[in-house]
């Protein structure tokens, strides 16, 4: 087992063992600049994204006009933890998960 790991690892000497962690160096920069340009064009914005989104949820009060992540335009009746009841007609109204509000809208 330790010969065919020795074999495997070319001669022995200062210049090979140079040679190879270059290589492996060389081979460790792509892999380096591929996950700078994911966390730059993809993590990053969905971090943003989720913060301003826990900002607008922590934000809402009764009153507000929303917009449910379904599409559901209404007005907040109460807010709880996790629930939140919308008036979306004349003495009609939902309980919502918080986290589906999508937008407050402006008006």
């Not at 000497?13 to 993809?42: D, S, T, W």
């Not at 599409?71 to 933890?81: A, E, L, P």
């Not at 939902?94 to 407050?104: E, H, P, R, W």
Request: net charge positive.
């Amino acid at each position: 087992m330790f010969g065919l790991a020795f074999a495997m690892s070319g001669p022995a000497g200062g210049a090979a063992g140079q040679a190879g962690g270059m290589a492996a160096f060389q081979q460790i920069i792509p892999l380096v600049f591929m996950f700078a340009i994911f966390y730059f064009l993809l993590i990053r914005p969905q971090q943003k994204k989720a913060k301003e989104h826990k900002a607008l949820l922590e934000s809402m009060k009764k009153g507000d006009n929303v917009i449910t992540a379904g599409g559901v335009h209404g007005k907040i009746t109460s807010v709880d933890d996790t629930i939140v009841t919308l008036e979306i007609a004349n003495n009609v109204n939902i309980k919502i998960t918080k986290s589906y509000i999508a937008a407050i809208k402006k008006d």
